[in-house]
């Protein structure tokens, strides 16, 4: 068919639903080797500009979003900016922006797709308005998947977003496709961490944190490299403080010394600043929920245990995680 093939959504996750989305089109640009699939993702969510405050938490940065939407086969990821001009467009008049802007072939939707001024536009006028500006609409029908407890769910960034609620990153990994990644910035902590021996970095996120517990992680750091970690999320009943996201990054050589002051030396990873950095976590498997200690030995043995058992779940994921690399 050659020409381009357009696809429009939020893609928030960017979850099997969506890759078969973008599989589709690009089936379809495909068929004569010239066509291209250009995906267009608003961002941030329209609801941020309709009703604030009321969208829903973030799974994927669009930085996130668009390199996952291209390694899914879309040759090109636009932002679509939801301001009150494009929200406001009528159903013809927001398809004909579109058509002006990219000259597609073809559009593919989901069978839920609304588009257009108070998502007034349904599947049925797409198809009429598409006959009418000259280019093809392809339905894409929902995907299945059956989750942990054997029950069949559709991928959905809703749902994606309700597992990991309930700390099931195990099931949200089946909707997605891959495990649930979450970036963040690493800031300064209270260095409790150092004086047990399990030095963390503490990651302020950009997107919603899994349920509160210990997780293990794949932490990739800014070189690309990826290493095991262990992972709390949510507050630390043991010293009663705000809820946190704390990552003990396995596997990497470490720096005490004698100390002084009863707290051991200790130096940062190496080639990067304590703080200041990004990160992202990768949720592969859930350990246990957060637990107060009577005591710090009592911590200290179970942070031991947490991390052996985060190195096994981790290497039984193995290879697809590849971690270590």
């Not at 900016?81 to 579109?98: I, N, Q």
């Not at 709390?232 to 470490?254: K, N, Q, S, Y």
Request: net charge negative; with cysteine; aromatic share 6%.
């Amino acid at each position: 068919m050659g020409g381009t093939v357009v696809t429009i959504g939020n893609f928030d996750g960017v979850h099997r639903g969506h890759a078969a989305l973008i599989e589709r089109a690009r089936a379809i640009a495909d068929q004569d080797g010239t066509g291209r699939v250009v995906a267009l993702a608003f961002d941030p969510h329209p609801r941020s500009v309709l009703r604030p405050g009321s969208e829903p938490a973030r799974l994927t940065i669009f930085e996130q979003r668009a390199a996952l939407l291209r390694g899914t086969g879309a040759d090109e990821v636009r932002r679509l900016d939801p301001g009150t001009d494009l929200l406001s467009m009528s159903p013809e008049t927001f398809l004909g922006h579109v058509r002006a802007s990219f000259s597609p072939v073809a559009l593919v939707e989901g069978a839920d797709f609304h588009f257009g001024k108070g998502r007034s536009g349904h599947i049925a006028e797409l198809k009429t308005l598409g006959a009418r500006l000259g280019f093809a609409v392809e339905i894409v029908e929902p995907v299945e998947v059956v989750l942990g407890d054997d029950s069949i769910v559709t991928a959905s960034s809703s749902i994606t977003r309700w597992l990991l609620a309930h700390g099931r990153v195990r099931d949200a990994r089946t909707v997605l496709g891959r495990p649930y990644e979450l970036t963040g910035e690493v800031g300064p902590g209270d260095r409790r961490g150092r004086t047990l021996g399990f030095p963390t970095a503490n990651v302020r996120p950009t997107q919603v944190a899994p349920d509160g517990g210990v997780y293990a992680c794949v932490a990739v750091l800014p070189d690309g490299s990826e290493h095991p970690a262990a992972v709390h999320v949510g507050p630390r009943p043991t010293f009663d403080t705000e809820p946190r996201v704390e990552a003990h990054i396995l596997g990497l050589p470490t720096s005490y010394g004698s100390g002084g002051g009863g707290e051991p030396d200790w130096s940062p990873i190496a080639g990067l600043p304590e703080n200041g950095w990004r990160i992202g976590l990768r949720f592969v498997s859930r350990l246990r929920d957060p637990i107060a200690f009577a005591s710090l030995d009592r911590l200290r043995d179970q942070l031991a245990r947490d991390c052996a058992l985060a190195m096994e779940r981790l290497m039984c994921a193995a290879p697809a995680e590849e971690i270590g690399r």
